[in-house]
């Protein structure tokens, strides 16, 4: 189950971004760069008391006129109300109560999902009389800070971690393998759903979403249980170019955080593009399992050569990667769709893996007789002990004598040494250097 996403709204100039980057703190800044996710990131990971989610700036809003904030607005107030699992609306101290807060609280509320209402640029203990009038929002007791000054950020997060799983995600539901099916319009993606949901008889239900509107739907095979998170059937019009872009982004990356595995799909007849390495890069981002299939194969004029040339290609473009796993479909003709669900269940077996300390050990060792690790200020490094820490992804700490001391050309060769001697198609994994004094 993926982190639970919190969703910041609210009028121009309350303070939005200042309590994003805030709250983001320095998380953001340790997260590996994705070509293409960097540069406008919506998102950020954060963490508050043991309690990890994704918090999601639902958008920046030019102040103009009066009608089109409302109406950007609306549209904020529609991402967060279709993929937050609690909405944070914030309000301005200084400036007061606005009308339009109460039009906008009116759409929050009726979403029924959790919300923290928020007064912000409360930067002295005497201006807290001034949250009183929100109270007129009918939202309940208003949570006061002050963004800029940090001040009261920990009772404000202490809110809104209360409503996480309030709702009680069904326990069951953890058996089930969930996939979200990412890519651009008119890849193929319902197809392929209807595809699968079609050719198999056992579908146990179309549950619509528990927490939030998109539709999942359950599938049982001989390959396991899955979830589909339908991301292709929620379209919005949109005369706004750059409002579609980002509220299909908001979507996706909601879906993407709530999967275990991740297809991203490509039309064979156009290739990888920019968008498709953005997506995808969440994913990678998110730690999600990986897979790419490649559909519309039946539209293709091939060879022996055709698909593995494709396939470098596209492998190309997603070098930062080159875990992923491939699979070419048709979707129209079912070439191959059988084998969808085998290969994304490998990939979630290889996901979720768990590596016995001794052979890993074993393994490390071998390689590290095979190769000795560079000398690096005339020293070099020593690896005392690994031990597998946790999975989805897989996740290894290696105990050395000095962390400097790795080259990330050696980091890599340990990564290859583990992918040689263990299957990890289809997931990232991630090693982890500590220090150990040496005894
Ligand atoms: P956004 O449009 O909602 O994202 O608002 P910004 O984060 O850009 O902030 C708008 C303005 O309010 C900026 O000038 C901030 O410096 C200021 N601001 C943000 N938080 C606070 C606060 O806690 N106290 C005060 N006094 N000013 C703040
Ligand atoms: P989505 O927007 O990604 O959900 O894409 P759709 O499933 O709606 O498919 C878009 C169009 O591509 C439809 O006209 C489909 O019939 C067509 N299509 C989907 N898969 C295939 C395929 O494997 N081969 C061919 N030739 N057409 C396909």
């Given at each position: 189950?993926?982190?639970?996403?919190?969703?910041?709204?609210?009028?121009?100039?309350?303070?939005?971004?200042?309590?994003?980057?805030?709250?983001?703190?320095?998380?953001?800044?340790?997260?590996q760069?994705?070509?293409?996710v960097?540069?406008?990131?919506?998102?950020?990971?954060?963490e508050w008391?043991?309690?990890?989610?994704?918090?999601?700036?639902?958008?920046?809003?030019?102040?103009?006129n009066?009608d089109?904030?409302?109406?950007?607005?609306?549209?904020?107030?529609?991402?967060?109300?279709?993929?937050?699992?609690?909405?944070v609306?914030?309000?301005?101290?200084?400036?007061?109560l606005?009308?339009s807060?109460?039009?906008?609280?009116?759409?929050?509320?009726k979403?029924?999902?959790?919300?923290?209402?928020?007064v912000?640029k409360?930067?002295?203990?005497?201006?807290?009389?001034?949250?009183?009038?929100?109270?007129n929002?009918?939202?309940?007791?208003?949570v006061?800070?002050?963004?800029?000054?940090?001040?009261?950020?920990?009772?404000?997060?202490?809110?809104?971690?209360?409503?996480?799983?309030?709702?009680?995600?069904?326990?069951?539901?953890?058996?089930?393998?969930?996939?979200?099916?990412?890519?651009?319009?008119?890849v193929?993606?319902?197809?392929?759903i209807?595809?699968?949901l079609?050719?198999?008889?056992?579908?146990?239900?179309?549950?619509?979403?528990?927490?939030r509107?998109a539709?999942?739907?359950?599938?049982?095979?001989?390959?396991?249980?899955?979830i589909?998170?339908?991301?292709?059937?929620?379209?919005?019009?949109?005369?706004?170019?750059?409002?579609?872009e980002?509220?299909?982004?908001?979507?996706t990356?909601?879906?993407?955080?709530r999967?275990?595995?991740?297809?991203?799909?490509?039309d064979?007849?156009?290739?990888?593009s920019d968008?498709?390495?953005?997506?995808?890069?969440?994913?990678?981002?998110?730690?999600k399992?990986?897979?790419?299939?490649?559909?519309?194969?039946?539209?293709v004029?091939?060879?022996?050569?055709?698909?593995?040339?494709?396939?470098?290609?596209?492998?190309?473009?997603l070098?930062?990667?080159?875990?992923?796993?491939?699979?070419?479909?048709?979707a129209?003709?079912?070439?191959r769709v059988?084998?969808?669900?085998?290969v994304?269940?490998?990939?979630?077996?290889?996901?979720s893996?768990?590596?016995?300390?001794?052979?890993?050990?074993?393994?490390?060792?071998r390689?590290?007789?095979?190769?000795?690790?560079p000398?690096?200020?005339?020293?070099?490094?020593?690896?005392?002990?690994?031990?597998?820490?946790?999975?989805k992804?897989?996740?290894?700490?290696?105990?050395?004598?000095?962390?400097?001391?790795?080259?990330?050309?050696?980091?890599?060769?340990?990564?290859?040494?583990?992918?040689?001697?263990f299957?990890?198609?289809?997931?990232?994994?991630?090693?982890?250097?500590?220090?150990?004094?040496?005894?």
């Amino acid at each position: 189950m993926g982190k639970p996403v919190v969703a910041i709204v609210g009028r121009p100039n309350v303070g939005k971004s200042t309590l994003f980057n805030k709250l983001a703190g320095k998380r953001i800044a340790i997260v590996q760069d994705t070509p293409g996710v960097t540069r406008d990131r919506i998102y950020a990971e954060a963490e508050w008391l043991n309690h990890n989610f994704t918090m999601i700036d639902t958008g920046g809003i030019e102040p103009t006129n009066e009608d089109i904030i409302m109406a950007q607005m609306r549209r904020q107030a529609n991402i967060a109300v279709e993929t937050a699992d609690v909405i944070v609306f914030i309000v301005d101290g200084k400036a007061g109560l606005h009308p339009s807060d109460y039009e906008v609280a009116q759409m929050l509320r009726k979403s029924n999902k959790p919300i923290v209402l928020v007064v912000n640029k409360v930067d002295r203990i005497e201006l807290e009389d001034n949250a009183y009038e929100f109270y007129n929002l009918g939202m309940g007791t208003p949570v006061t800070i002050s963004a800029s000054q940090g001040l009261g950020l920990g009772d404000m997060l202490d809110e809104v971690v209360k409503h996480f799983n309030s709702d009680g995600e069904n326990e069951e539901d953890d058996e089930y393998v969930r996939i979200a099916m990412i890519g651009k319009p008119n890849v193929g993606k319902s197809s392929l759903i209807n595809k699968l949901l079609g050719e198999d008889r056992n579908i146990v239900s179309n549950i619509p979403g528990t927490t939030r509107d998109a539709i999942d739907s359950k599938l049982e095979t001989e390959e396991g249980k899955f979830i589909l998170i339908d991301t292709a059937g929620l379209r919005r019009k949109s005369k706004v170019k750059e409002e579609i872009e980002r509220y299909s982004v908001v979507r996706t990356l909601a879906a993407i955080e709530r999967a275990d595995i991740c297809i991203l799909m490509i039309d064979a007849t156009e290739g990888l593009s920019d968008q498709d390495e953005k997506i995808v890069g969440y994913a990678h981002e998110l730690n999600k399992a990986i897979m790419v299939i490649v559909n519309k194969w039946d539209l293709v004029e091939k060879d022996d050569k055709t698909m593995k040339e494709f396939q470098a290609n596209i492998a190309k473009g997603l070098s930062f990667m080159s875990y992923a796993t491939y699979l070419f479909i048709s979707a129209k003709t079912g070439q191959r769709v059988n084998r969808v669900l085998k290969v994304a269940k490998d990939c979630y077996n290889n996901y979720s893996k768990r590596i016995a300390t001794g052979v890993l050990n074993d393994v490390i060792s071998r390689a590290v007789l095979m190769k000795e690790p560079p000398i690096v200020a005339l020293r070099r490094l020593k690896i005392f002990y690994v031990t597998q820490v946790g999975t989805k992804p897989p996740t290894f700490i290696f105990f050395v004598n000095d962390p400097n001391l790795l080259h990330f050309s050696y980091e890599r060769y340990l990564e290859n040494q583990l992918r040689e001697s263990f299957d990890f198609k289809g997931t990232g994994i991630k090693l982890i250097f500590r220090q150990r004094k040496e005894d």
